[in-house]
């Protein structure tokens, strides 16, 4: 039986496309293993969001060729799809394929097991304008599934080398969300989460379909669905029509993400992010009205070329004011091939990690304040995994609905349900909580009561 092994750097959206293409390897009879262990072919998918992304890449990909050097190496995803020939020009790397024609992954390793010849698959990512379609029916990992929604993005902003890694917004035909959202449910799954280079961008491309009616089907349509989470959406993409979905549905968690990555509008406008700091303020309170408990999580970029100390205080002022839930702090780095890399007065490292240490304190302090408000409460919980920091206590450690962790006893058979637990002592990173009960699949209210 042939074997494959993966490696993949980076974000959601390259480990769902991990698993996309090792259900093209299983249907082929191909047996997965580990990747630090010997496989006749290793496929890595790699990640170009930093400089750091290429090096780390370029640092597994070579790892795989000493591990077996009569191996298939497959290079794919961002870093392959912008320095294909960089990829090329390391010995022992057999195919390059970007980010798109991923179907052809085994074609491309028969024809290289035939030719010995090595392959470079990659071409203008631009020029595409068509959803790649993979289906993943299941994930390694039990509990979340993902559901890829939408490809590319539009933006450019002068930060991010991504549109030129992914191409631009494609979104996937709705009738394909809604069949592969019911066949995760039906494989067991209670909580889905969409995801996208751009998630809340979907439909944009679209005539006479948008993310709302999106999110309105998959909450009408997809049957025994519990939880559905974006995995990040646009200030600008909160529209009061999404808004009116999101307060319509009992599915549709009390989270978002929302990219902020920087509080000061003159920061904001040399990152060509398309909004103020006044417009997200309103977005913000208009989300709050509707719903007071609601988690907001966001990115935050700290350093960009040109931030003063002002401009970071202003960041740091508007955090606080928001209250957000928990907040993602990456302190800017230069990503050759975008225009802030080449910018002027760029901020020296550290103070870059002054100012990264300020803001996660802040964060730190947020969170706490968050959480504290659902001390006491009973909230539902889906176990992910044992607590790895004592694994003999029994405790497990899950997420609820508003994105708080819980540390909690319970049972390995709990692990991807639903289960009911009362905050006990409220914290970050972690909220301790006691069992309450397990919720029973789909039993109406009435029959519970009347048996």
Known sequence: MPTVAFHTLGCKVNHYETEAIWQLFKKAGYERKDFDSMADVYVINTCTVTNTGDKKSRQVIRRAIRRNPDAVVCVTGCYAQTSPAEVMAIPGVDIVIGTQDRGKILEYVEQFQRERRPINAVHNIMKTRVFEEMDVPEFSDRTRASLKIQEGCNNFCTFCIIPWARGLMRSRDPQEIIR??????????????????????????????????????????????????????????????????????????????????????????????????????????????VFPELAITSDVIVGFPGETEEEFMETYNFVREQRFSELHVFPYSKRTGTPAARMPNQVDEDVKHDRVRRLIAL??????????????????????????????????????????????????????????????????????????RVVADDIPQSVKLSS
């Open 180 to 289: 592969q959202a019911q066949q995760l449910v039906n494989a067991g799954y209670k909580e889905i989460v969409l995801t996208g280079i751009h998630t809340g961008g979907y439909g944009t491309d679209m005539k006479d379909y948008n993310f709302a009616a999106l999110l309105r089907d998959l909450d009408e349509q997809v049957v025994g669905l519990k939880r559905l989470r974006i995995s990040s959406i646009e200030a600008s993409q909160i529209t009061d029509e999404v808004i009116d979905v999101l307060r319509r549905s009992d599915k549709i968690v009390r989270h978002l993400h929302i990219p902020l990555q920087s509080g000061s509008n003159t920061v904001l406008k040399r990152m060509r992010r398309k909004y103020t700091t006044e417009f997200f303020a309103e977005r913000l309170a208009r989300l709050r009205e």
């Open 363 to 436: 964060s730190d302090q947020l969170a706490k304040e968050y959480a504290s408000q659902f001390e006491g409460q009973v909230l539902e919980v889906i176990p992910e995994e044992r607590d790895k920091e004592n694994l003999e206590s029994g405790l497990y450690i899950g997420y609820t609905d508003n994105y708080l962790k819980v540390r909690f006893p319970a049972t390995e058979e709990m692990v991807g349900e639903i289960v009911k637990v009362k905050i006990t002592k409220a914290g970050y990173p972690y909220n301790e909580g006691e069992f309450v």
